[in-house]
């Protein structure tokens, strides 16, 4: 019997087996509005046999965004662009989960193909908040904006736009609500040593950086219906000295579950230039770290990090280091990887084939 393909139920949402979809930004939303690239992108990924497809992250606010071809989730147009992709990834037996973000001090770019360097107002850029008023680099070569240093009200708006972009996300037919605080976005970099140089209620000790993120998450988390998925995605470590560590993100994670959060995907990196790059050296690590976090918090993991063959993924759900694993490049590479890892291991291809697949094909 294979690990990798047997169901997984968090709350009332079974999945039909711990392969997700990694949350992919694609560029190519115009005003924050799903397109036909978005339906091909995610709905491919349900043909191919995935348990759970995450949409990429989803701005709050037009300002969330970190190019001006983000996805959001600020009004009911998005919404309305939305709901026949999460219903055809369910008519395809898969979980429709989307990731919700505020781009912080690193918003206002170009995409990336485009060099990804902050665009003027000028270019079609907007101003930029963060904890702090540092930009994310000075590198004396390109624009880095200084974002604006977040008053009372800037936070508790954000945190407005959080929970009314979780309502939409249900509108809009999702069963999985995600959390951005990793790569160096807002919350994140709030959460974040590194950034976060605060003297207020907001800043300093473990427990007042992390405010920012467990006032939002309490916040969407009473919106969110309570028999519905909740997760986190956290940078698990900074990677540099004197940043977070894994031990502060259990910390962080126990926070979590009291809040009622049944799930942390855990990633790393991305707060500052020196830290290492979320999708750079370092990252097949991050599986291990999923571990050490189902192990001390009690609470299910996702793995995410350069996880490519069958095997592997099989061994890391066998093993218990994680609860779902989560392919990104992969993905990309082969939208069809959960049904060829499924021919690897000799699981029943019903599984994960559509029917006229499986007539066709599935021998
Ligand atoms: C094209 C692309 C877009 C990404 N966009 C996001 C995103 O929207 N949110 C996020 O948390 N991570 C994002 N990531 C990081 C992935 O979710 C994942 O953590 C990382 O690529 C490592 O997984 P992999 O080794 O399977 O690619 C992105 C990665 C890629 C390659």
């Keep these: 019997m294979s690990h990798l393909f047997s169901p997984l139920t968090v709350k009332s949402v079974t999945l039909r087996n711990r392969i997700g979809v990694a949350p992919m930004c694609q560029y190519q939303a115009i005003d924050g509005i799903a397109q036909a690239w978005h339906m091909t992108q995610l709905g491919s990924k349900a043909v191919g046999g995935a348990g759970l497809v995450i949409t990429e992250a989803t701005a709050v606010s037009p300002e969330g965004r970190i190019t001006p071809s983000c996805m959001g989730l600020w009004n009911e147009m998005q919404v309305a662009a939305l709901r026949p992709i999460t219903d055809f990834i369910k008519s395809q037996g898969a979980v429709p989960g989307v990731q919700l973000a505020h781009a912080g001090r690193k918003g206002s770019c170009a995409v990336p193909w485009l060099g990804g360097q902050h665009l003027t107002d000028t270019q079609g850029g907007w101003d ?45 037919g999702y069963e999985l609500l995600e959390i951005h605080c990793a790569h160096g976005y807002l919350l994140h970099s709030f959460l974040s040593p590194l950034v976060n140089t605060r003297t207020d209620y907001y800043g300093g000790n473990l427990k007042n950086r992390a405010r920012m ?77 999923a571990a050490d976090l189902r192990q001390a918090s009690g609470l299910m993991s996702m793995a995410v990090g350069e996880i490519t063959q069958a095997q592997q993924a099989e061994d890391i759900i066998a093993h218990q280091q994680a609860d779902i694993v989560l392919l990104a490049r992969a993905m990309l590479h082969d939208p069809y990887w959960p049904t060829h890892a499924a021919k690897e291991l000799g699981v029943e291809m019903s599984q994960v084939m559509p029917p006229l697949h499986q007539l066709f094909i599935g021998r």
């Design 128 to 172: 930029i908040m963060g904890p702090a008023d540092q930009p994310f680099d000075d590198d004396g070569v390109r624009l880095w904006k200084a974002p604006k240093h977040m008053q009372q009200d800037d936070i508790e708006q954000v945190q407005d736009e959080f929970v009314a972009a979780t309502q939409r996300a249900l509108k809009a």
């Design 213 to 289: 993120l467990l006032e939002t998450t309490a916040k969407m988390r009473a919106v969110w219906p309570q028999e519905l998925p909740f997760v986190v995605r956290l940078s698990m470590t900074d990677w540099v000295q004197g940043g977070l560590s894994v031990e502060d993100n259990i910390e962080v994670a126990s926070w979590l579950k009291a809040l009622g959060v049944d799930m942390i995907d855990c990633s790393a990196g991305g707060a500052t230039p020196a830290a290492r790059s979320a999708i750079n050296g370092g990252i097949a690590q991050q599986v291990g770290m």
